[in-house]
């Protein structure tokens, strides 16, 4: 822009008229107007290859693979019975549906442990092969921060395995069914 400035008094001095191609800022090549541009060609090719050479009276027939878990017609709005964060000792007996995320996933002894966790805390989450074998199955499919719902029984933990630690240390859920 500065050279543009510069030239512009000399400019106006000038004998012979003024053309585009004299100002350089200015100056269009005609070319790029008028042409499109040329883009290199792109060339795709698809290759398929069979150990057997198929005839016309075969036929192909695959079954698909059926999901894991059987899903609903329509999707519904899962209601929980209460928070991870704040069940308690009171709650031991008690049916509830929890909501939240997969926060540590493990299995020990046979027996697959979760903490799920929400926006009020964590809760511990067992599963038995033999008395559940459905939920033990989806359960140790699952990986961290899978967001899931899980319907059991709270049960206190057994005194050897108490996490003093955590809000919910002393009781666990044991899954039944999950959502």
């Not at 030239?7 to 004299?22: C, D, E, G, N």
């Not at 459905?134 to 499919?141: F, M, P, R, V, Y």
Request: aromatic share 6%; proline share 7%; net charge positive.
């Amino acid at each position: 822009m500065s050279m543009f400035l510069r030239a512009l008094p000399t400019i106006a001095l000038r004998s012979k008229p003024l053309s585009l191609s004299s100002i350089p800022l200015l100056y269009l090549n005609s070319q790029t107007l008028t042409q499109p541009r040329k883009y290199p060609s792109r060339t795709t090719h698809s290759v398929s290859a069979s150990a057997t050479p198929s005839t016309s009276s075969e036929t192909l027939i695959s079954n698909p693979k059926q999901p894991a878990i059987p899903f609903k017609d329509s999707l519904e709005w899962v209601s929980r019975t209460g928070f991870c964060g704040e069940l308690s000792e009171n709650d031991v007996g008690k049916r509830v549906r929890l909501c939240g995320w997969v926060a540590l996933h493990r299995i020990h002894g046979g027996l697959t442990f979760l903490n799920l966790r929400d926006h009020t805390g964590i809760v511990q989450v067992t599963t038995l092969p033999d008395e559940f074998p459905d939920a033990h199955l989806i359960i140790n499919d699952l990986r961290l921060e899978f967001v899931i719902t899980v319907e059991g029984v709270v049960r206190p933990r057994p005194s050897e395995s108490v996490n003093k630690k955590m809000k919910t240390g002393m009781i666990e859920a044991h899954v039944e069914l999950e959502v």
